[in-house]
């Protein structure tokens, strides 16, 4: 059974930073590539960046874009997202995801699996 696990969140602060984790389970991590994902109030979801498993590829959202860095400990078969400079339109509940493609797919429907997602609020 594939389990895949975020933590990490909570309030944050303007021009702070977070980390968030994402512990994976039950998966052949070498078919997978990992993605994060958001989704605030009334929006859709949106792509946040990805990382193919075997080979720590990154791919990142314009809109993050030199403020994110997504990272997999291999280990430990957790991902994850370091974001700096947090701004209010931040704040979003944060999933991680896996999908069986071998590129940084950033369409959520590319992605098999999904965590229960983990609150991040950013005050102004």
């Known amino acids: 059974q594939v389990q895949l696990v975020e933590s990490g969140g909570g309030l944050m602060q303007t021009g702070g930073s977070l980390r968030l984790s994402c512990a994976a389970s039950?998966?052949?991590?070498?078919?997978?590539?990992m993605g994060w994902f958001r989704q605030a109030p009334g929006k859709e979801r949106e792509f946040v960046g990805s990382?193919?498993?075997?080979?720590?590829?990154?791919y990142y959202a314009d809109s993050v874009k030199g403020r994110v860095t997504i990272s997999r400990d291999k280990a430990k078969n957790t991902m994850y997202l370091q974001m700096n400079s947090l701004k209010p339109e931040d704040t979003a509940v944060y999933y991680c995801?896996?999908?069986?493609?071998?590129?940084?797919?950033?369409?959520?429907?590319?992605?098999?699996?999904w965590g229960q997602g983990t609150q991040v609020t950013v005050s102004s």
């Open positions: 995801a896996a999908g069986s493609v071998l590129y940084g797919s950033s369409r959520p429907t590319d992605y098999d699996y």
């Open positions: 039950g998966l052949t991590f070498s078919r997978y590539t």
């Open positions: 990382i193919i498993w075997t080979n720590s590829r990154t």
